[in-house]
């Protein structure tokens, strides 16, 4: 299977049917965990991320299940590979109603030694992506032409508080919140809502790179570092991508109408702000 036949052409009924939702980052973690949801749930979803091979096996996998699901690989630090994503999607399923900015990366280290070009990844990759692939689906993807809409963008408690040896990644992070407040007060009477997801710890690939990062900075085990994260959640453990998920889900269903311009924790108790 081609990347072009991952976007082909959407039947009559698929553009007709239904909300369609554009999920970034969509093949592993959250990301992929929203995917299964919410096409799970009946959504036309346009899924991207930065790998061929993860795409195709993901689009795979849900038409297998009878799903609707396509994509296409997509940076998104880059402009270009967002606006041909942006109208691929519209392409295939005629619109965009939901939009989940979920790609992102982690990063950090000691301030005094943090690398320009690590700082510019991570502000590149977690905030101005989120601008561009917003900016993206409202005008190109259509969702500024009808009465709904939904934008979610995951960010995280690290976007409401100060995480040690994470500046690049906590900063980036408060700017999503602060853009996802913004827009949706701009939006507010459009019919199109604006929220941020803020996970806590997430067993997910990137917290176990995060975990190994900790680990080599301390000189400990990644499991001493686990049992250290895990002791200041007040659940106990890490939550997981389908918790996570599942209020993604529920911010994009219509009962969620009057809820714009908030950031809601998903953290098993361990931020209360």
């Keep these: ?9 959407g039947t009559d009924q698929e553009r007709a049917t239904g909300h369609v939702a554009f999920v970034t980052g969509a093949t592993s973690g959250i990301g992929l ?26 689009v795979k ?32 399923y005629g619109r965009i109603d939901i939009l989940v900015n979920n790609a992102g990366r982690g990063g950090g280290g000691v301030t005094a030694e943090i690398a320009d070009g ?27 032409d009808g009465d709904w809409g939904r934008i979610v963008n995951i960010a995280s408690t690290g976007g409401k508080q100060g995480v040690e040896l994470a500046a690049p990644y906590s900063a980036s ?3 999503v919140i602060g853009f996802t407040k913004a827009v949706g007060k701009e939006l507010a009477q459009t019919g199109i809502t604006v929220n941020a997801v803020c996970p806590g710890y997430v067993e997910t690939p990137m917290a176990q790179r995060v975990r190994q990062g900790y680990a080599g900075h301390f000189g400990v085990s990644e499991q001493e570092i686990q049992e250290k994260f895990n002791a200041k959640i007040p659940l106990g453990r890490y939550s ?22 908030q950031a809601m924790n998903v953290c098993g108790g361990l931020g209360n702000y």
């Design 33 to 58: 965990a929203v995917t299964e949801l919410l096409a799970r749930r009946g959504v036309a979803v346009f899924g991207v991320a930065r790998g061929e091979e993860s795409v195709r096996a993901l």
């Design 173 to 175: 992070k408060h700017g």
């Design 118 to 144: 690590l700082w510019d990844d991570v502000i590149e990759t977690n905030l101005n992506a989120t601008f561009r692939v917003t900016r993206e689906v409202l005008s190109t993807g259509l969702m500024r």
């Design 1 to 9: 299977m081609t990347t072009d036949q991952l976007t082909e052409q």
């Design 61 to 92: 996998r849900l038409r297998g299940e009878g799903l609707r699901i396509a994509g296409t690989v997509c940076d998104v630090t880059s402009v270009e590979q967002i606006g041909a994503a942006v109208r691929a999607a519209v392409a295939t």
């Design 240 to 261: 997981t991508p389908q918790e996570v998920a599942g209020l993604v889900g529920y911010l994009v269903s219509d009962t969620a109408a009057s809820i714009t311009a």
